[in-house]
C-alpha cells in the first residue's frame, strides 16, 4: 500500500512513512493519529492512559449531534479528541495529552476540556512535566 504526497505527488510506500515518521522525502508532513504520535513520542511500552472512560453527551440537543459523535468515533477508533495518560519520554516520567485530528479536526468539546484539565491537576499532584499536542479545529460549536 502507498499513500500520495500532496507536495511532490509521489507515491510512498506505507512502510517507509512509518520509518520516516509520517514525514515524505520533499519535507510534507502527513497528519497522524493520536495513538501514532504517542508510539513515536513516548518510550516503548511507558504510555498508560487516563481518563478513557468519559465520552461527549449532547447536553443542548443539537439536531444531527450525537449522529455526528458516532461517526467520528467509528472514523478514528477513539471515543473522544483527546487522549490522556502518563508516559516518559527520554526516560523522564510526564503527563501526556494528543488530541485527535480524525475526531472532528480534534475540536474541543467539554469532554476534552475535562480530560485536559484532569490531567494537569493529576500531574500537578505528582510533580509531573505535562507534554502536549494540540491539533484543533476550534472549540465544538453544534
Request: charged share 25%.
Amino acid at each position: 500500500m502507498t499513500k500520495l504526497c500532496p507536495c511532490c505527488k509521489e507515491a510512498i510506500p506505507l512502510s517507509q512513512l512509518w520509518e520516516s515518521l509520517s514525514v515524505c522525502k520533499c519535507g510534507h508532513h502527513f497528519r497522524i493519529d493520536a495513538r501514532r504520535r504517542i508510539r513515536y513520542m513516548a518510550d516503548e511500552g511507558s504510555f498508560q492512559e487516563l481518563f478513557g472512560d468519559l465520552e461527549s453527551q449532547d447536553i443542548l440537543e443539537f439536531e444531527g449531534y450525537m449522529e455526528k459523535l458516532e461517526s467520528a468515533r467509528f472514523a478514528c477508533g477513539e471515543k473522544e479528541a483527546v487522549v490522556c495518560g502518563l508516559a516518559e519520554v527520554g526516560g523522564i516520567p510526564c503527563a501526556m495529552f494528543v488530541m485527535e485530528p480524525f475526531f472532528m479536526m480534534g475540536s474541543m468539546g467539554t469532554v476534552v476540556g475535562e480530560n485536559i484539565t484532569r490531567l494537569f491537576e493529576y500531574a500537578r499532584e505528582l510533580s509531573l512535566p505535562v507534554v502536549g499536542f494540540t491539533v484543533s479545529g476550534g472549540a465544538r460549536m453544534q
